[in-house]
């Protein structure tokens, strides 16, 4: 019973942390109600743009494809955030952390050629 209470009061902090969260989150949402604008006009509720006036309809369909290079964009961004720590940590690491990276890049050249063999960066 002691050890579950000492666990319980580890995890205290995340907890109040959590909550203080929360709370600000609550808080402001209803204070931005309570204190914003109520009068509601064509005017108010027009889109602005940089002084530029709306042409058109904002909800034009765009391609796939363009939604896709943006996902594909993101993951290998994303991987490269990985290389870092390793790099900081290349001599500790030793062998067995550099064929772990070649591993790990092996595994993105692999990722890239299959949606290479897809199509998925190709515009037509």
């Known amino acids: 019973m002691l050890l579950l209470v000492n666990s319980l009061h580890d995890y205290l902090p995340i907890l109040v942390t959590f909550i203080v969260a929360v709370g600000f ?12 604008p109520k009068k509601k006009s064509d005017i108010k509720s027009e889109a ?3 002084g530029i006036e709306s042409q058109g309809n904002a909800r034009t369909p765009f391609s796939i ?18 290389m870092y720590p390793w790099a900081v940590n290349f001599k500790t690491l030793g ?11 092996g595994f993105l050249v692999i990722g890239l ?11 037509e």
């Open 25 to 36: 989150i609550v808080t402001t949402m209803i204070a931005t109600h309570l204190l914003g």
């Open 48 to 50: 602005f743009e940089c």
């Open 65 to 82: 494809k363009y939604f896709l290079v943006a996902i594909l964009f993101v993951l290998f961004d994303v991987e490269v955030i990985f």
């Open 95 to 105: 062998i067995t952390g550099l064929i772990e990276m070649f591993m790990f890049m």
């Open 113 to 123: 050629l299959y949606i290479i063999k897809k199509g998925a960066l190709k515009w």
